[in-house]
């Protein structure tokens, strides 16, 4: 039972995101089918669209945490990173695509209006638990970013599900407004294309979405570096340790969101001998593995500055 609860703790997020949209979800098809409203069943699909995301990328975090192999010496962190992928296809693909079919559907052959107090409760409903699960994401997202901006602590997030949460409750709570809107309008002026209107607006937003999503997605399944200031942070404990004369390039990939491979070139003194070396080089990877707990494997590689300069497209930096 610890297990488990620390479990649900660490992806409170997901589970909350994934509680709600369950719930609207069904709540919102139940709409549709009294009122035929197309921005309703528009947001019924998106709802299941974001409770499949959110099981995909609960998958993902199970495969990601699988020990390293012989097939896969580093582990299978980045599995998390293709779910996260597949996730943003998957909202501009069904949520978008259908949300865009739809409303034009019901543009070209508009439904009878019925009344529109089912819609009206079922989205007052929706907004309270998207709220809820979205101020979840935010508050998360927030102490995890620290004094970062929030642009930029998205773009070097190397933990996908947070700010995948955060992206789909901002879109749904957008989309909530705006079928609001269309079932307003299209009652008020009697016109059931209105309502049409608002499902391609919903699905204009998915997709922007998922755009976003697919790049920042990409970037991790390819590979990043790790932040600036770890970076740095790697380079003065190597650049302090004696018997180090120049850190040549210091580099970084991601291989799960809190695991990094690092590859460190550095010029060693010319009076250390090989046995010197190999205990300089210990020492090194001791003092960084404690101080970056991170780090969950690092290769030193000696090597004369001048050489590493040719392959390097800086210059490398003298030891302070």
């Known amino acids: 039972m610890t297990t488990l609860t620390a479990r649900i703790r660490e992806n409170i997020v997901l589970y909350g995101a994934l509680a709600a949209n369950l719930g609207i979800g069904v709540a919102k098809f139940v709409a549709a089918g009294i009122?035929?409203?197309?921005?309703?069943?528009?947001?019924?699909?998106?709802?299941?669209?974001?409770?499949?995301n959110q099981i995909l990328l609960l998958y993902g975090q199970h495969r990601s945490r699988r020990s390293p192999d012989a097939a896969h010496p580093f582990g299978y962190g980045?599995?998390?990173?293709?779910?996260?992928?597949?996730?943003?296809?998957?909202?501009?693909?069904?949520?978008?695509?259908?949300?865009?079919?739809e409303g034009w559907r019901h543009i070209v052959e508009p439904e009878p209006l019925t009344s529109p107090l089912v819609n009206y409760v079922v989205l007052g409903v929706s907004v309270l638990?998207?709220?809820?699960?979205?101020?979840?994401?935010?508050?998360?997202?927030?102490?995890?970013?620290?004094?970062?901006?929030?642009?930029?602590?998205?773009?070097?997030?190397?933990?996908?599900?947070?700010?995948?949460?955060?992206?789909?409750?901002?879109?749904?709570?957008?989309?909530?407004?705006?079928?609001?809107?269309?079932?307003?309008?299209?009652?008020?002026?009697?016109?059931?294309?209105?309502?049409?209107?608002?499902?391609?607006?919903?699905?204009?937003?998915?997709?922007?979405?998922?755009?976003?999503?697919?790049?920042?997605?990409?970037?991790?399944?390819i590979g990043e570096r790790t932040d600036p200031a770890t970076i740095a942070r790697i380079r003065d404990i190597v650049a302090a340790q004696p018997g180090i004369a120049a850190v040549n390039h210091v580099r970084t990939i991601h291989t799960a969101p809190d695991a990094v491979f690092v590859a460190i070139s550095a010029d060693f003194d010319d009076a250390v001998?090989?046995?010197?070396?190999?205990?300089?080089?210990?020492?090194?990877?001791?003092?960084?593995h404690a101080e970056l707990p991170t780090l969950s494997s690092i290769y030193i590689r000696p090597e004369r500055r001048e050489d590493a300069f040719v392959a390097t497209a800086s210059p490398p930096a003298p030891v302070r």
């Open 35 to 52: 009122t035929g409203s197309s921005s309703m069943l528009t947001e019924g699909v998106h709802s299941c669209v974001d409770s499949g």
């Open 78 to 101: 980045r599995e998390l990173y293709l779910w996260a992928f597949v996730v943003a296809i998957l909202i501009f693909a069904i949520g978008a695509g259908v949300s865009i079919y």
């Open 129 to 221: 638990l998207e709220g809820a699960s979205w101020t979840i994401a935010v508050r998360e997202f927030s102490a995890s970013k620290g004094d970062t901006g929030w642009w930029q602590a998205i773009r070097e997030s190397k933990d996908p599900a947070g700010f995948i949460v955060l992206f789909e409750d901002s879109a749904a709570l957008a989309g909530l407004v705006i079928a609001g809107a269309g079932v307003w309008a299209s009652h008020h002026y009697d016109n059931p294309a209105l309502d049409g209107i608002a499902s391609i607006a919903i699905g204009c937003i998915l997709a922007l979405v998922a755009g976003l999503l697919a790049r920042e997605s990409k970037g991790l399944l």
């Open 273 to 288: 001998t090989m046995g010197d070396g190999e205990r300089l080089i210990e020492e090194l990877e001791t003092t960084l």
